[in-house]
């Protein structure tokens, strides 16, 4: 257990649709880092918080937004739904050590039909 | 910019074969290397980790030695185990620039057969 929770575990909604999720860091991390994980794409790094700012950005498509709350837990929002957002989307957390080792979420699996 | 190459995979091997998967990368200053494993329907998680020049991580029989020289960090063990299979993801951190945000390879797929 990564100490890091995502929920919800799986989201199956329709193509046009908003979905909120949401993350949970580690007791005590500061950083919350983004991912999407398709079976064409690989692992893509989306965008990253830091102590409830934004801190760097990946590829992240207009239509997705995130924030990071005072508490530190985080949502990735996903509006206009396409069929090719379906998608693993992940959640990593990091501390303040020099070396950055991340920490992840189990995952929410979304299916946009 | 920072960026991490992977051996393509999939990778199969039998149970007690050699593995190795090879992984390079550039960066500007000095990053820390990292491996993480992907089991089946599982989140990413650590496997070993490098911080600077010629140390070596290892873990569950797992190896890679951070290689300045030749930019490079490739994982090996001596006996994989079916329970090795995995999709494995070389990464690169580098504290002095986009603010610990890491770099990951495409992931390589290794499936051990019994």
């Known amino acids: 257990d990564s100490g890091v929770t995502q929920t919800p575990k799986h989201l199956i909604t329709a193509t046009g649709q908003r979905v909120t999720l949401r993350c949970s860091p580690r007791?005590?991390?500061?950083?919350v880092y983004w991912y999407q994980q398709s079976l064409d794409q690989g692992l893509q790094f989306l965008i990253q918080?830091?102590?409830?700012?934004?801190?760097a950005k990946g590829n992240i498509l207009e239509r997705f937004s995130a924030q990071q709350f005072p508490d530190l837990h985080s949502e990735l929002n996903l509006s206009s739904l396409e069929l090719g957002d379906s998608a693993l989307y992940f959640c990593?957390?990091?501390?303040?050590?020099?070396?950055?080792?991340?920490?992840f979420g189990p995952g929410t699996r979304l299916t946009v039909l | 910019g920072n960026s991490v190459t992977q051996m393509e995979g999939p990778v199969t091997l039998s149970e007690e074969a050699f593995l190795t998967i090879n992984c390079t990368y550039t960066?500007?200053?000095?990053?820390?290397l990292f491996w993480y494993v992907q089991y089946p329907g599982e989140g990413l998680q650590l496997l070993l980790k490098?911080?600077?020049?010629?140390d070596k991580g290892s873990n569950k029989g797992f190896e890679a030695t951070y290689r300045k020289e030749t930019t490079s960090f490739h994982l090996e063990k001596g006996s994989v185990q079916v329970s090795d299979s995995a999709v494995y993801f070389c990464?690169?951190?580098?504290?002095?620039?986009?603010?610990?945000?890491?770099?990951f390879g495409d992931g390589t797929t290794l499936t051990v057969k019994p």
């Open positions: 960066a500007t200053g000095y990053p820390s």
């Open positions: 990464a690169l951190s580098d504290p002095n620039t986009n603010a610990g945000k890491s770099t």
């Open positions: 490098a911080t600077k020049a010629d």
């Open positions: 007791s005590g991390d500061l950083s």
């Open positions: 918080y830091y102590n409830g700012e934004e801190r």
């Open positions: 990593a957390s990091s501390g303040t050590e020099s070396y950055n080792e991340q920490f």
